[in-house]
Nanobody, 118 residues
Framework: QVQLVESGGDSVQPGDSLRLSCTAS????????VAWFRQAPGKEREFVAR????????YYADSVKGRFAISRDNAKNTVYLQMNSLKPEDTAVYYC???????????WGQGTQVTVSS
């Protein structure tokens, strides 16, 4: 069973940058599509970005396109979310997620808090 751990969340000012990391244990991520989601207080969890198994195909929500970049280092079993030009509306708990082979449900990490405020 893959276990995901997110890190890198922080409290920053508008316009700042952060890089989140998602590291897996108990299983390699190298064959899996990995996605980032986020959930703001009082809102539904929403999709942010995803990357295919080797990193050459990415997809973003319109709200982050051009500001966020997802990447992966399979040698480190880690997926990153580089977040630039952060806005207050980016404030949320950020989760990474995979659908393990043979499963029809997502595995989630515990999340990392990102707060953007002046």
């Amino acid at each position: 069973q893959v276990q995901l751990v997110e890190s890198g969340g922080d409290s920053v000012q508008p316009g700042d940058s952060l890089r989140l990391s998602c590291t897996a244990s108990a299983r390699s991520l190298s064959t899996l599509v990995v996605a980032w989601f986020r959930q703001a207080p009082g809102k539904e969890r929403e999709f942010v970005a995803r990357v295919n198994y080797n990193g050459d195909t990415t997809y973003y929500a319109d709200s982050v396109k051009g500001r966020f970049a997802i990447s992966r280092d399979n040698a480190k079993n880690t997926v990153y979310l580089q977040m630039n030009s952060l806005k207050p509306e980016d404030t949320a708990v950020y989760y990474c997620s995979v659908i393990p082979p043979g499963s029809d449900s997502r595995t989630w990490g515990q999340g990392t808090q990102v707060t953007v405020s002046s």
